[in-house]
């Protein structure tokens, strides 16, 4: 049975009632099989499956797409509920802050101004506040993020660390379509021809990933982002695994961000480098 309950008083009479583990998938809804896959992940581990729906407005930039954002309730919930999740929490903006905007948020430090961060300045404060909150409300002893959001999943581990939260984070790869493109809420704000040309972005991590130094890495997946006009690169980064600089040896990340049109995409896979041909 899966119950699908809007305020903090009735999340928290729930959660009372959990025996065994709980686990927590956050979600801004208009789910897909990149979210399926952390609930059936969630689901193998935990007693008690719990999937919070929230946009939250605290991680959206003025001019971002906060308005226009998908919100789909009843298909999410029946995804849900095809997953067997225990509660699905989708708060209104007033029941997760009251009194408004909180005077008192995280800062996402270095890590935060970085990358995705750099286009989107708040962004992580932003969106460590909220994820704060949940694992506060849902008192959750695991909780299950994507790679494809590999920074968020980056700093989520890194307050649990610095702060000491007590909570297990589980990274879970990107679900892909078929033809390679990471699944992604805002790919459906893509019209045919764009959704043809954001192709190229997981194609280009391909390519770059099939190689093993840092240069040729970079320059073959320049190449064919620089074949499709139809795309604008924010950025194509070759990092540590842990988002600091590239090391000479050893595992990797490559990571793009771009605009297809009026939509912006993300997307990173890892490679190893310097490994014998
Ligand atoms: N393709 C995917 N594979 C695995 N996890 C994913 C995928 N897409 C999203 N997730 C994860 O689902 C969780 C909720 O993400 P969110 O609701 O923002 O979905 P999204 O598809 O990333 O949306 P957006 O299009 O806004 O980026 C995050 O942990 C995110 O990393
Ligand atoms: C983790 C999250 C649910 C916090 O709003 C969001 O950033 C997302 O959907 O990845
Ligand atoms: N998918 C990460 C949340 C965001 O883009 O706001």
Not at 202 to 223: F, I, N, P, V, W
Not at 242 to 263: E, F, I, K, S
């Amino acid at each position: 049975m899966t119950y699908v309950i809007h305020t903090r008083a009735e999340l928290a009479e729930d959660v009372s009632h959990a025996n065994g583990e709980v686990a927590v998938v956050m979600t801004m809804g208009a789910l897909h099989e990149g979210h399926r896959q952390l609930m059936r992940e969630a689901r193998k581990r935990a007693k008690f499956v719990i999937v919070t729906i929230f946009v939250n407005p605290l991680q959206f930039g003025p001019n971002e797409d906060f308005d226009k954002y998908p919100r789909t309730l009843e298909a999410d919930v029946e995804a849900c509920r095809a997953e067997g999740v225990d509660v699905v929490f989708a708060p209104s903006r007033d029941e997760m802050y009251p009194g408004g905007a909180p005077s008192i948020t995280m800062n996402a430090g270095p890590l935060g101004e970085i990358l995705e961060g750099a286009s989107r300045p708040g962004h992580f404060s932003g969106m460590l506040t909220v994820v704060q909150k949940l694992l506060m409300l849902t008192r959750a002893d695991v909780a299950f993020f994507g790679e494809k959001d590999f920074q968020q999943l980056a700093l989520i581990r890194r307050m649990v660390r610095d702060l000491e939260l007590g909570v297990e984070i589980v990274g879970v790869p990107t679900v892909r379509e078929p033809d390679g493109l990471a699944m992604s809420s805002r790919n459906r704000y893509l019209s045919a021809g764009e959704r043809r040309a954001a192709l190229v972005l997981s194609q280009a991590l391909r390519e770059g990933a099939a190689h093993a130094d840092a240069e040729s890495a970079l320059a073959a997946a320049t190449k064919i982002l620089e074949d499709e006009p139809g795309v604008r690169v924010d950025y194509l980064s070759l990092t540590g695994a842990d988002l600091g600089p590239a090391p000479a040896d050893g595992p990797a990340r490559l990571l793009v961000a771009a605009r297809v049109g009026a939509t912006r995409l993300i997307d990173n896979v890892p490679l190893t480098l310097g490994r014998a041909a």
